[in-house]
């Protein structure tokens, strides 16, 4: 069985919103992006949007979409399971880091 592989997004240096997402999280062909937003208010937090790999047999081509199978749906469930729990620590560790940490 596939594990979700998780990898770390990067931020433009020039912009103070992330471009990328701060984490993805992947099992088989879905992945959750994981994306860290500041409301106009100030307010910042986590969210995440669903995507689902694809290539076409015949001219080898590749693409991402927001559509999916009934066939994906334990890969769904459990990517959407992790992102989750991944936003509820990155949550918790952030209100417990110190104000420089929060700063850096």
């Given at each position: 069985?596939?594990e979700?592989?998780a990898?770390?997004?990067k931020?433009?240096?020039?912009?103070?919103?992330t471009?990328?997402?701060?984490?993805?999280?992947?099992?088989?062909?879905?992945?959750?992006?994981?994306?860290?937003?500041?409301?106009?208010?100030?307010?910042?937090?986590?969210?995440?949007?669903?995507?689902?790999?694809?290539?076409s047999?015949?001219?080898?081509k590749?693409?991402y979409?927001?559509?999916?199978?009934?066939?994906?749906?334990?890969?769904?469930?459990?990517?959407?399971e992790?992102?989750?729990?991944?936003?509820?620590e990155k949550?918790?560790?952030?209100?417990?880091?110190s104000?420089e940490?929060?700063?850096?």
């Open positions: 069985m596939n979700p592989v990898t770390k997004g931020k433009k240096e020039t912009d103070s919103e471009t990328d997402p701060v984490q993805v999280l992947r099992k088989g062909a879905i992945a959750a992006s994981i994306w860290q937003r500041q409301s106009p208010s100030g307010y910042a937090y986590y969210d995440f949007s669903m995507s689902r790999s694809w290539k047999m015949s001219t080898e590749t693409g979409s927001r559509n999916f199978f009934e066939t994906n749906q334990a890969d769904l469930f459990e990517v959407i992790k992102a989750s729990a991944w936003i509820v949550r918790s560790s952030d209100k417990n880091a104000p940490k929060l700063a850096a």
